[in-house]
């Protein structure tokens, strides 16, 4: 099942109005320049690797390069407070099922696609492991020539554990983009104490409020709701706790009603605990996603799901790019 912060950032980097300033901050300016974005488009998330075997991105767009050519940006967030040496094979053997989706969707194409993998990595150390597969490999022991022959590959790591607070500031990020990611990368430390907490909210206050002023204008409220579930779902402070702290260090008055209508429906959820009661969170977040028509497909087929098939359309929900993505097997 998906983590809380998988879902976060899934629903707003998913979203090209977002992702577009983060991977243009994020890849080197020489491959960030050579691309169209005005072409960024969300593929599925799940991809087939070998025999068919479901391999699932937490983004996937295509772009066009100045020259025309298709690149596919595979974008990975890393949300590890202990990451792996060998993190660079388990990106390998996810572009390849990138790459074996496109052989099986385009059987006579005479090339592979071009994938930029890019890790975005929120965390309270820094990225662990090496972006090169070959520091896998005990390379000084071998001669050149053998060397030639050995694998290479390399992602792009946008490690945001070594960006300062003033310099994530500085990235020309979207307000909901700027507010998703200091709500991975900074709270999280500040999430087990009622004052740092507090100090948290302080420090990012009016990211948070311009935020949840766009959301009230109708852009982004499905993704602003997630924020704040968030900060309730990955916090080791009692709930009351949160709200109350959260009411009393927001001054802005759209902030304070996004708060109060959260945890009133938590509540309600907590209270009716039922199947039904997720049955029809689902219908409703499905109208706001794909419209009203695709809530009424969607109907028979929630109603007749038990509570792990209606927990896994749930995360689904969260990264499909399409109402069909939601019921694909």
């Known amino acids: 099942m998906a983590q809380p912060h998988d879902h976060l950032f899934q629903l707003a980097f998913g979203d090209p109005v977002h992702a577009v300033p983060l991977l243009r901050s994020g890849l080197p300016a020489e491959v960030a320049a050579a691309l169209d974005w005005r072409t960024l488009t969300r593929l599925s998330a799940t991809q087939r690797g070998r025999r068919g075997r ?63 993998p890019i890790v975005v990595h929120a965390g309270p150390r820094p990225f662990p492991g090496p972006t090169s597969l070959r520091e896998l490999f005990d390379v000084a022991s071998l001669s050149p020539e053998v060397l030639r022959y050995v694998p290479s590959f390399e ?6 554990s070594s960006s300062p607070p003033e310099h994530l500031r500085g990235r020309a990020l979207s307000v909901l983009g700027l507010c998703v990611l200091s709500t991975l990368q900074h709270l999280p430390a500040a999430a087990r104490d009622e004052g740092a907490l507090a100090a948290w909210l302080d420090a990012w206050r009016d990211v948070q409020e311009r935020a949840a002023d766009l959301a009230d204008a109708g852009s982004a409220r499905d993704l602003y709701d997630a924020v704040v579930d968030y900060i309730f779902e990955t916090s080791d402070l009692p709930h009351p706790v949160v709200h109350r702290v959260m009411q009393a260090r927001l001054t802005g008055e759209t902030m304070k009603k996004f708060v109060s209508t959260r945890t009133q429906i938590r509540n309600e959820g907590k209270a009716e605990g039922s199947v039904e009661g997720r049955v029809e ?33 749930g995360d689904r929900l969260l990264d499909a790019s399409s109402f069909d993505d939601l019921f694909d097997a």
Request: charged share 30%; glycine share 4%; proline share 3%.
């Open 155 to 160: 992602f792009v790591l946008d490690d945001l």
């Open 54 to 116: 479901r391999v699932v991105c937490d983004v996937l767009f295509s772009v066009r390069s100045l020259r025309g050519r298709e690149v596919l940006i595979y974008v990975v967030l890393e949300h590890k407070s202990k990451g792996s040496r060998f993190d660079s094979l388990q990106m390998l053997e996810q572009v390849v099922g990138v790459m074996r989706t496109h052989r099986r969707l385009h059987p006579k194409a005479q090339f592979l696609p071009v994938v930029l």
């Open 281 to 313: 969170l689902l219908l409703r977040l499905v109208a706001r996603r794909f419209g009203a028509d695709a809530a009424r497909d969607a109907e028979p087929r929630l109603r007749d799901a038990d509570a792990a098939q209606l927990d896994l359309l």
